[in-house]
């Protein structure tokens, strides 16, 4: 008989929460053992830090008027969030942090490498959501899938392996836990130099809505907003080159205030880790 309906029955026979209840209970299944959830075996660190909100992030998303396209990647390159390791150990598996890259090439010739199957692993890449210069949305990978944007990758040293170690494709990844979102390069970054001409406003103002709104869905604090460049750990990544984090956070403080968000609540650049910070706009 499960623990928890021994302890209800004990409770309507002696009195629920009664001291004679609990001592009846211990005398009588004195060896039942405790129940206590499996620790995960990797990825400590990359779990969720504040409570999702839906509610706000829908209500966010209709102030501020959020639009995707539908352009859906091909199935080969992209997966499942797994919910456990090749060991069969748990690992986190619901999206904690944000992942900014730049795409390199030009919005269509990303849109077609994307939609085309790539049956070697080696080839497979994606992102959830694309930003063209307009600051228009391509929607690529549901959240809830997994986006092939981030190959070998940690964030300080966490990281998830998903296959044994003496495969060529063992090192550690976020994909599992991660949300990846793009910008279309400008036409002078359509090559490997170190830096180009930026993003456009409308970019920036984009890309604020929609990690807040990722923030607010997921509940994804501000100090897990990073970049493709800050998590590679193959030294080959130094996407998004030019990125100025001053005027997305400009863009971003701009976004929370119409939604009704506080920017110094559990969701902005100062805060705090406590769990138990509220949205303004649900009090």
């Known amino acids: 008989m499960p623990r928890s309906l021994l302890w209800c029955l004990a409770g309507l026979l002696l009195g629920a929460g009664s001291v004679s209840g609990f001592w009846f209970f211990q005398q009588q299944f004195p060896d039942l053992p405790v129940e206590s959830p499996e620790p ?4 400590d660190g990359l779990q969720p830090l504040l409570s999702p909100n839906p509610h706000a992030a829908e209500r966010c998303a209709e102030l501020l008027g959020i639009r995707e396209r539908d352009t859906p990647a091909d199935p080969t390159n992209f997966g499942v969030r797994r919910p456990t390791d090749s060991s069969g150990g748990l690992v986190p598996d619901q999206p904690s942090l944000v992942v900014v890259h730049e795409t390199v090439l030009s919005l269509e010739d990303t849109l077609h490498f994307f939609q085309t199957p790539h049956p070697r692993d080696a080839d497979q890449a994606s992102y959830h959501l ?21 190959g070998w990758s ?11 170690a003496t495969t060529p494709l063992a090192g550690g990844s976020l994909n599992n836990v991660a949300l990846h979102i793009s910008l279309e390069s400008p036409e002078d970054g359509r090559g490997d130099d170190d830096a180009h001409g930026g993003y456009s406003k409308s970019q920036y103002l984009r890309l604020a809505e929609h990690v807040l709104i990722w923030q607010l869905r997921w509940g994804i604090p501000m100090r897990r907003i990073t970049t493709h460049e800050s998590v590679d750990r193959s030294h080959s990544r ?7 984090w001053e005027r997305f956070d400009r863009a971003w403080d701009v976004a929370a205030k119409r939604c009704g968000i506080s920017i110094d609540g559990p969701y902005g650049i100062d805060a705090k ?11």
Do not use: E, K
């Open 40 to 43: 995960i075996a990797q990825g």
């Open 130 to 150: 694309l930003l063209d210069r307009n600051g228009t949305a391509y929607r690529l990978v549901p959240d809830l899938n997994r986006a092939f944007g981030a």
């Open 154 to 164: 940690a964030w300080g040293d966490a990281t998830i392996r998903h296959h044994p």
């Open 238 to 244: 130094r996407d998004p080159r030019s990125f100025r």
């Open 273 to 283: 880790p406590a769990m138990t910070a509220s949205v303004q706009q649900d009090r």
